[in-house]
């Protein structure tokens, strides 16, 4: 069915289910205490993450030049382009990989808590103004 009016629009959006995500409006205490609670939980796990993150991001350029080292015969041209196609590179490149994941999903799971708790500031406040 396509939809042609305006008011054809509208009507389609209200028929939408809309409780599939909680909305601000029904976020509760117990939300935002899990919110904060998952925050305490995991900031030694997200320090942790970004710390390998960074340090393997590092590493690379040593492990690079170390496998460089390997092949002082050569140009340095060749030399660089062993070294990226050594396998202890491609293995470092995968296990950076996975550091990044893991650093960036807890990130955003961080950056979610805090949005979450914004709103329900935002939402508190708002009652708080109005006599709610």
Do not use: C
Not at 26 to 34: A, C, G, M, P
Not at 91 to 115: C, G, M, N, P, V
């Amino acid at each position: 069915m396509k939809i042609k009016t305006k008011r054809e629009v509208i009507k389609a959006m209200s028929e939408k289910k809309l409780d599939e995500r909680p909305s601000v409006s029904t976020l509760n205490d117990l939300d935002i205490e899990k919110a904060i609670n998952f925050m305490r939980d995991n900031a030694d796990n997200l320090a942790e993450a970004s710390a390998k993150r960074k340090y393997m991001e590092e590493y690379r350029k040593s492990l690079k030049s170390l496998l460089m080292k390997k092949f002082i015969e050569s140009p340095i041209s060749a030399q660089e382009r062993e070294a990226y196609a050594h396998q202890d590179y491609q293995d470092h490149i995968k296990a950076l990989q996975t550091a990044i994941y893991q650093h960036e999903r807890l990130l955003f799971l961080w950056k979610s808590a805090e949005i979450k708790i914004s709103a329900w500031q935002t939402k508190s406040s708002n009652h708080r103004s109005l006599g709610i």
